[in-house]
């Protein structure tokens, strides 16, 4: 099912083309039950030897138009991850202190070091997208920003972080029902912010930004997703069915353990590790006991 949402290399997207209320083979809520909870497990287990394994590290980019679900998404889809493990990352409008520097800057710091799972709620794409269409930068500024979101990608990807970039696609319509649903019920009110007025209200440039987004910084080792989300429990499903397929791929493996061999080191004496096979460490247990 996760094939159809992966943005192919090369490919030039128009987003009226993609159907935000697409549910595949699934009908209502009920019948993804079962893969939801398939999936949850099976992500639990991953994390697990992802953080043991110490080797790779998983960054998730979530990006929408307001009431997308990107809080949602995060909500369920990341429901059993060990929060040991996993740090996520709301990016808001830059601080003095981070507009003094390169716009990579507070993202870069956020990136998940080996044996995490990362998560972008908002990334360094808001600086090509609200920047570019509230024209904050001049157009030379922002346009020369894809290339150099491109090489951080690259520089990330060559340093063993796996990046999933997920467009949570809502419709218009759904958008409407998602804010009048914010002001109807008083625990939800807080969600609403009359900005977001502004931004529905340049709903098609926004459209254009995301397409540029898509054309300019999709790569098959940064690939994007392009998720229908009108349906928060299909949304939820392919996501969750993405993310386990991407690390069921890096075939990873519990470590051995390993001993220190030899004396204390010394400052000109590397420590000498040797790795133990289940059966020695058998023999040295039962010695030690
Ligand atoms: P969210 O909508 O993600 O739940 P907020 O309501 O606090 O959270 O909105 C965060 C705001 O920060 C958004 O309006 C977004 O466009 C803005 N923002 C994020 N990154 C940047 C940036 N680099 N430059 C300008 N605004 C940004």
């Known amino acids: 099912m996760t094939q159809p949402f992966l943005v192919p290399d090369g490919t030039q997207v128009t987003l009226s083309d993609y159907d935000p209320g697409f549910t595949g083979d699934y009908r ?27 080797k790779h590290s998983l960054l998730i980019v ?91 990608e690259r520089l990330l990807v060559d340093s063993g972080v796996t990046i999933l970039k997920f467009y949570l696609h809502i419709s218009k319509d759904e958008q409407k029902e998602r804010f009048h649903g914010r002001l109807d019920r008083p ?4 969600k609403f912010s009359p900005g977001d007025l502004d931004t529905r209200a340049q709903w098609g440039d926004y459209m254009a930004a995301f397409e540029d987004v898509f054309n300019k910084c999709n790569h098959p080792w940064a690939p994007w997703y392009i998720v229908p989300a009108d349906h928060k429990w299909y949304r939820n499903l392919a996501i969750s069915q993405i993310i386990v397929e991407a690390l069921e791929k890096l075939d990873m493996r519990y470590p051995l353990p390993t001993v220190v061999k030899g004396r204390r080191p010394t400052p000109i004496q590397p420590i000498a590790r040797r790795v133990e096979t289940p059966a020695r460490l058998r023999i040295a247990v039962s010695k030690a006991f």
Not at 28 to 53: H, I
């Open 28 to 54: 209502k809520k009920n019948e993804t039950k079962a893969d939801l909870k398939r999936n949850g497990k099976r992500l639990q287990e991953l994390q697990e030897v992802l953080w043991a394994e110490g």
């Open 62 to 152: 979530l990006q929408a138009m307001d009431a997308g679900g990107k809080d949602g998404t995060i909500k369920h889809v990341m429901r059993g991850v060990n929060p040991q493990g996993c740090q996520v990352t709301s990016f808001k409008v830059p601080t003095e202190e981070e507009l003094g520097h390169d716009f990579l800057w507070r993202i870069h710091k956020a990136t998940p070091r080996r044996g995490y799972i990362g998560i972008f709620n908002r990334s360094h794409y808001e600086d090509v997208l609200v920047v570019r269409v509230n024209e904050l930068v001049p157009e030379n500024v922002w346009r020369a920003r894809y290339e150099h979101i491109n090489n951080f």
């Open 187 to 190: 625990e939800k009110n807080w």
